[in-house]
Each structure stands twice: as C-alpha cells, then as structure tokens.
C-alpha cells in the first residue's frame, strides 16, 4: 500500500490524517515572519515601544517615522522583469488533431487569463514563498478554439499571503504524492476551517467549525479521473529581498532621525547676548515644541542679538543613504528604475540596454523552477482535455508543449532588422514567417493561416495592377 493510501484510510480519525498530511518535508519561511518585513507599518521604525513619541506637560511631539519598503519593491521588480513580456508557449504541432489540440490548449490559458495569473502568483511567491496553483472542471457548455465542450476548466491560486496553509507532501524519491491546502471561510456568522487534499485520483475535504471547537468530519470524497493531481507548487528558500532588510532598516533609521533633527533645528533661534551680570528674565525661555515659531536662548556677554543657524552634516547623511540604497540594489540585482534616477542619468538608448544584463541573469536563475512549474501545469491542463476532448486525445499526448521565459528588456526591432541588413549587405535576414512570428500579433497557432492570408492580399494586389488599361 502507499504511503498516501495508507494516511487516508477510512477507518482513521480525521484529526489524525490532517496531522499526518500537515507534516512537512521542505523548509519554508513562515509567513507571520516574512509579514513583518514586507509591511512597512511593521518595520522597526514603527515601533511605538522601541520607539516612542515625547510626551511633555501632556503635550505629545511626533517622532519622524520614514519606511523604504525594499521588499515590496523587490517583489515588484522581480515579477515585473520576469512576466512584463508574457510567457510564450511553443506548440510543435506535426498533424492537423494536434493543431487543434494546440488551439485548444491555448485558448483555455486566454480565457483564464493566465499572463495576469502569473504575475499575480509570482508576487505572492516571491513574497510568502510557496504558491499552489489548483485547476477544477464546472460542468458548463463551454467553446475553445471551436471545439465544444461540457466542462469548464479554471484554476485558482492559494498562498499564505491570503491567509492559507499549504502542505505538500512527498515521498521518499521526492515525488509530489499529496498536496494539500488548509483555509477558512465564513457561512453566515460562523467561520468554518477547511483542508483540502488532493492526490492522483481522490480530493478530500474535511471541515471544522472553528466556534464550536468540534472535531473534523469528512465534506467531501470525490474521485480524480485525470489520472495526477490537478494542481502544481512552488516555493523558493527565502524571500526575493533575500537578508537587505536589515539595510532597509538602517535607512529608515538615519532618515527617522535625520526627519527629528530637521524638525526641531530648522526654526530659527534668537539668541539674546547681554553685559549684564543679572539678565532680564535669565530663565525665561519660549516652549520649545514643534509649533513654536522660534527658539530663545540668553548669554550673559556683549550686547547683541542675531539669529543662530544650525549647521547640518547634509554630505554624511546624502552619502549614507546613497551607499545604502546602492547596496540594496546591487546585491539584489535589481536596477533603481525611478522616474528621478533616469533622469537623472543621461544615457544613450544601447547604454540603457546594458543596464537590464545584470537583470537578466537574475532573471535566468529564477527561471528555472518556474519552467518546472509551468511544464508541470502544462501536463495538468492536458490531461484535463483528453477528458474534456475524447476524439483528439491522442494528438494531446503527442502534443510538443515548450514554456519560454522572456526577461524584459528594453529592444528595438527596426534597430535589430538594421544592424542585420548592413551586415549581410542589404540582403535579407528573416523569412516573412519569422518576422510575423517576431512581432507577435498573432497566436502561434494562426501563424500559418496569416501568412496565408499575406500572400493572398499580395496576389490581389498584383493581379488589380496587372489588370489596369495602359495608354
């Protein structure tokens, strides 16, 4: 009996299957840890314990609090570059069943959506680390790419972002043998604990009442007749911000800080300096808070009077923060894209180019997972239309299904086509096929019908022309 059968019996108790399926092989960071550091409202700074505002005579002034949310930024910037430019998939299709299984297929990654799907999960997974992509038949009348079908297949994606518990569990070879997904819900006023489990042919779900404290009981056991579990994971060791934190939080500190002494030091002060050896009100000073209009300090010397400034070490703070933000982004290999600092550098268009090489190749180690995940969740979809499409079953299993990840980079086409044409001496570069599958206007699988379509313009055209009177 395998592993998995042998949790899920039937004459076990259900606390003790989920305690079973809940034990975890793989070492990921757990969310309410990695929350702190991506919230900035949880950041040191925010603090209010280690941290706290002045209170004086029931008057309360205000400590600066600055964030520099790295880690959002670096989420954001990591799937930005990755899914910017959508994933390609490459169908190599060598009969007309798997053309159409091919259509087929990518018809139903359009219509879920599936680039803005991806850079949805990307930034929950950079994130929390861990995402589960699960894909379920409605029983509907639905069309792909022509073809009927009684089922529509959809997909959802959980992460501990949203408040679930993933546990996959694997065998000794480091098989995905179960994956399963612990989550809440309310109906009506009560909140209601779920967990899911799927294997290659049955999902589970047990359910609890999380106000009573009752034990679990069984809601559902259906069977899988896909022959795999319709879902896939992923999970990455630690956060896309990777251990800059601690420099995030260094800059939020000097800029805190520096926001305090601003505060306090940019009124001007009035200084009163007298000979007299008793001077009048020698102790009278005005409050010194944030809503006076200016600071008064008295000396027993000459009389004078002038305002004193305050002498900020503007270079050390600047050169501080820069060294700081640098850091951050050199060791994350992630480029400051800001609006002032592109400015702020002119560069010629192939120079900007040379910025995004460091990005790529953070892009290219990052890709190798995900186009694990991607041919996995490619195999799941298969398998879901040789049910779906009986008759073209066999064209989806000699289907050729290539994911292919593109950073993002900033090209120029016409650039391109040029240098190739001076090189080869004005010769052509590219087939007409190549250049229309270059440009992207259409879907893979209608590229040959376009080019067709091409050629037919051109011989109308030709054949208009060839038909005028001459004089």
């Known amino acids: 009996m395998s592993k998995i059968k042998e949790i899920v019996q039937k004459d076990r108790p259900a606390g003790e299957i989920i305690g079973d399926l809940k034990q975890k092989t793989i070492d990921v960071p757990a969310w309410g840890t990695l929350e ?89 997974l950079f994130a929390s680390c861990e995402i589960i992509t699960i894909w379920f038949g409605q029983p509907q009348d639905t069309v792909y790419a022509g073809q009927t079908s009684k089922l529509k297949l959809r997909c959802r994606t959980y992460s501990p972002m949203d408040g679930d518990e993933l546990y996959p569990l694997f065998d000794e070879y480091d098989d995905l043998i179960a994956l399963s997904i612990a989550y ?16 290659a042919d049955r999902h589970y779900r047990w359910k609890q009442r999380a106000a009573s404290g009752t034990d679990w009981e069984l809601d559902a056991d259906e069977q899988i007749t896909i022959g795999k579990i319709q879902g896939c994971y992923l999970n990455r060791p630690e956060p896309i911000w990777e251990d800059q934190s601690e420099n995030g939080y260094e800059l939020e500190w000097a800029l805190s800080r520096n926001g305090n002494y601003l505060r306090k030091n940019s009124r001007p002060t009035w200084v009163v300096y007298t000979d007299s050896s008793r001077p009048t009100n020698p102790n009278k000073q005005e409050p010194v808070d944030d809503n006076v209009g200016r600071n008064v300090l008295r000396y027993g010397q000459k009389d004078r009077a002038e305002y004193a400034t305050w002498q900020q070490a503007i270079e050390s703070l600047k ?29 010629s268009g192939e120079a900007r180019k040379m910025l995004f090489i460091d990005c790529q190749m953070k892009v290219t180690d990052e890709a190798g ?103």
Not at 49 to 71: L, N
Not at 321 to 342: A, F, G, K, V, Y
């Open 36 to 124: 702190k550091e991506y919230d900035p409202r949880k950041h040191p700074v925010h603090n209010t314990k280690e941290y706290r505002d002045k209170v004086k005579k029931g008057k309360t002034e205000k400590m600066t609090r600055i964030t520099y949310a790295i880690q959002k930024q670096a989420v954001k910037r990591m799937k930005e570059l990755m899914f910017t430019i959508p994933v390609k998939r490459k169908y190599t299709a060598k009969s007309e069943q798997e053309k159409t299984a091919a259509k087929i297929m990518e018809a139903i990654f359009k219509k879920n959506h599936i680039d803005s799907v991806n850079l949805k999960r990307a930034g929950k």
């Open 184 to 199: 809440s819900r309310y109906e009506g006023q009560d909140k209601v604990n779920y967990f899911d489990t799927y294997t």
């Open 319 to 347: 050169f501080h923060t820069e060294e700081l933000r640098r850091n951050i982004h050199t060791t994350l290999q992630l480029p400051d894209m800001s609006m002032e600092q592109m400015k702020a550098t002119p560069m």
């Open 369 to 471: 997972d995900w186009l694990e995940f991607f041919d996995r969740e490619v195999n799941v979809v298969r398998a879901f239309c040789k049910i779906m499409f009986p008759k073209l079953a066999a064209a989806f299993d000699t289907l050729v299904v290539e994911n292919i990840i593109t950073p993002y980079q900033i090209n120029s086409l016409s650039d391109d086509i040029k240098d190739g044409t001076n090189a080869t001496g004005g010769k052509a570069v590219a087939s007409r096929q190549t250049i229309v599958r270059r440009l992207g206007l259409v879907p893979e699988e209608e590229l040959e019908d376009e080019i067709k379509r091409i050629e037919e313009d051109e011989t109308a055209a030709n054949d208009l022309f060839n038909n005028e009177p001459t004089e």
